[in-house]
């Protein structure tokens, strides 16, 4: 069939047609960032700031109200709400090219950039704006803008005027000790970091150079990652308002968010390399390991456990299980008479710190073989694995001729035994280890036993512990601190 002129008019008409509305539909679904080829700056007249709601439930909040605050402030106010999945029920956002909608959970029909926050973004700034905020005052953002680049903070804070308005607080993160420690701001309203809910504002290219940049909680991740870079935030008298119907207005929904809430924080910690968080007042909050878990490092290789090799010490709450343990091995082996003494490094540490070394994984004690048949615990455990009244465990190590009790069935933090007899006035044992303080030593220097403190408690010592070290370990060996195996990893860096 031969088509007519007219027709093929037509046919043109609508093909053209088409790909304009082709076009158009694959240019609303790209990222900002794609279409303004990496420009980081608005118009000279347009909005300076993006607004960016990542700290809501999807099951019940008032996104909706907020965005649209900001849209009766300044209609083409950018912003974007960021979600790991979906949200549902669906978020009432207008439709407009202004309001993005970004998922962080890959998918296989998207792009990779889609997942990727900062590629909505086109502003030289951005503000976390926390579900329950709304917009009252005009230039509010602006003015946020203007102190930031005054200078003296990386960022600046505006509080809610919700239930849990936002407070200043110091902030000290140790990642060798694994913690992070709050306490009263001594300069506010300049602070480390921010508990309770408020508008922050910073510079884009400052929030994605952190490596989880809209890891939630938002407050307690943000805070963390630029308090350890000496970054500071600045709290403004600028309040916004709270929302006119605030989100978990219900006692469920309250249960659910905060049950929600402690969950997520759980895992940001942990996965940000945090085990203990201490506050102001001395609540302390634990994140690591128990007696119901495995311990939080693997099999030990000659003698440097992996966390030196990440420039880290013995997670707190190791040390705290090895503490414990320490504590009622002791126990048992007086109540039991059993002659014990601190052995190597933990010797080391009581005559050092008082304390288990930082980076130690275990706990040594010396005992006398002959007094082994006083305890029931080291009995049993002669003839195989025990599990006592308090979920110790005691067995015999498949290393040598020692005994091992572990923290519990599940977490094998641990006190070696190590059961040493008197030769000629030197004690001696069978089982000897490719340790350079394995070594006999005079038997004098058990008679007597000496008290000292360690790991919370007062333990036996041998007395003149410091001859005893040095005969084990060399000379200087208190004042000179060094990790176990320095021909792998030295205190002072890599060998």
Request: glycine share 8%; net charge neutral.
């Amino acid at each position: 069939m031969r088509l007519t002129r007219c027709q093929a008019a037509l046919a043109a008409a609508i093909t053209l047609n088409l790909l304009v509305l082709f076009y158009v539909s694959w240019l609303h679904h790209q990222p900002r960032s794609s279409r303004t080829r990496g420009s980081r700056r608005g118009s000279a007249s347009g909005p300076r700031v993006t607004i960016l709601v990542r700290e809501f439930e999807a099951f019940d909040n008032a996104v909706p109200e907020l965005v649209d605050s900001f849209l009766q402030q300044e209609p083409a106010q950018p912003v974007v709400v960021v979600a790991d999945a979906l949200p549902y029920p669906p978020l009432a956002l207008p439709r407009i090219p202004n309001v993005r909608l970004a998922l962080l959970q890959p998918a296989l029909d998207r792009p990779a950039a889609a997942s990727r926050p900062e590629t909505y973004v086109a502003t030289e700034y951005v503000a976390l704006v926390p579900d329950g905020a709304r917009a009252e005052a005009p230039g509010q953002l602006e003015r946020m803008v203007e102190v930031l680049r005054a200078g003296g903070a990386r960022l600046v804070a505006a509080p809610v005027a919700s239930a849990n308005p936002a407070r200043c607080l110091a902030l000290n993160v140790s990642l060798r000790e694994w913690t992070a420690r709050y306490g009263p701001a001594p300069s506010a309203p300049r602070c480390d970091a921010l508990d309770g809910d408020a508008v922050v504002l910073l510079r884009a290219r400052d929030l994605f150079n952190l490596s989880a940049p809209l890891a939630r909680p938002v407050g307690t991740g943000l805070f963390l990652q630029t308090a350890l870079r000496g970054w500071t935030v600045q709290m403004l008298d600028l309040p916004f308002g709270a929302a006119r119907q605030p989100p978990l207005a219900t006692a469920h929904a309250r249960w659910k968010a905060e049950r929600e809430g402690r969950s997520r924080r759980a895992a940001l910690l942990r996965a940000l390399g945090i085990r203990l968080v201490s506050w102001e007042g001395g609540r302390l909050e634990w994140f690591g390991c128990n007696k119901e878990t495995p311990r939080c490092f693997g099999t030990v290789v000659g003698d440097t456990p992996a966390y030196l090799y990440e420039e880290r010490w013995t997670p707190p709450c190791c040390l705290r299980a090895l503490r414990e343990t320490a504590r009622y091995v002791v126990g048992v082996l007086e109540a039991a008479g059993v002659r014990y003494w601190l052995e190597g490094g933990s010797l080391l540490g009581a005559a050092r710190h008082g304390d288990i070394i930082p980076w130690d994984y275990d706990v040594d004690l010396g005992i006398y073989l002959e007094d082994v048949g006083n305890c029931e615990q080291l009995r049993g455990a002669e003839a195989g694995s025990v599990v006592d009244e308090r979920g110790f465990v005691w067995e015999k190590a498949v290393e040598g001729d020692f005994f091992r009790v572990q923290y519990s069935e599940s977490n094998h933090l641990h006190v070696d035994l190590w059961p040493f007899y008197p030769r000629n006035g030197v004690m001696t044992k069978d089982t000897w280890l490719d340790h350079r303080q394995d070594v006999e030593f005079p038997e004098h220097f058990l008679q007597p036993l000496v008290p000292l403190p360690f790991a919370g408690f007062v333990a036996q010592a041998p007395n003149n512990y410091r001859r005893f070290l040095e005969l084990k370990f060399g000379p200087g060996v208190i004042e000179n601190p060094e990790y176990p195996n320095p021909a792998l990893l030295s205190l002072g860096g890599s060998s």
